[in-house]
């Protein structure tokens, strides 16, 4: 006989329990409904004057481990994830793949190429023109082309390589402007 009166208010518990659960202080209801109202929030770009901003950020991910599959700078990086991660923080919306990178944004020769642009190579095999590797233009001096990128190679990693080094020129693809 006892155990009926606490069935009874466990019953009673669990029902304004439960009811309290669903209802939404009206302050939330009204937030809400706003936030419906004005549709969803798209990132816009931020507007990079200069490279500069775009530059300084990747460079403060120098020697960042490369790491395939990957665009963490905790876990690391591998090219593609990288100039993605780059371009994502300043709120573009670019590819995650370098085989993407190459059929987006403008495309441009080498000879115009500007610090920022994406500079698009083929894998490591330079008789496949499949594009397999990125990096972002850094510097241009004269003839020399420096790009900042994530490199499985010697280096290992988020480094600044001159398109002299290497095979770099006989794997080069295209420029592409994202900027």
């Known amino acids: 006989m006892k155990k009926y009166p606490i ?68 876990r690391g990086f591998d090219c593609s994830g ?22 987006s944004g403008e495309a441009k020769k080498l000879e115009d190429a500007k610090i920022g642009d994406v500079i698009v190579f083929t894998g490591t095999n330079s008789r496949s023109r499949t594009p397999g590797h990125v990096g972002i233009i850094y510097s241009i001096d004269g003839d020399e082309i420096k790009f900042i990128h994530s490199s499985s190679g010697g280096r290992k990693g988020v480094t600044i390589s001159s398109l002299d080094e290497g095979f770099y020129k006989k794997r080069f693809l295209k420029v592409i402007s994202i900027l």
């Open 7 to 74: 069935v009874f208010f466990l019953i009673l518990f669990v029902a304004f329990a439960a009811r309290s659960q669903t209802t939404m202080p009206v302050q939330y209801q009204e937030l809400v409904k706003n936030l419906t109202k004005q549709g969803p929030v798209i990132n816009k770009p931020q507007k990079v004057e200069s490279p500069n901003r775009l530059l300084d950020f990747a460079k403060s991910m120098l020697g960042i481990r490369y790491r395939s599959a990957s665009s963490s700078p905790s």
């Open 82 to 103: 990288f100039v993605n991660y780059v371009f994502s923080n300043f709120g573009f919306k670019v590819p995650r793949s370098s085989r993407d990178f190459a059929t």
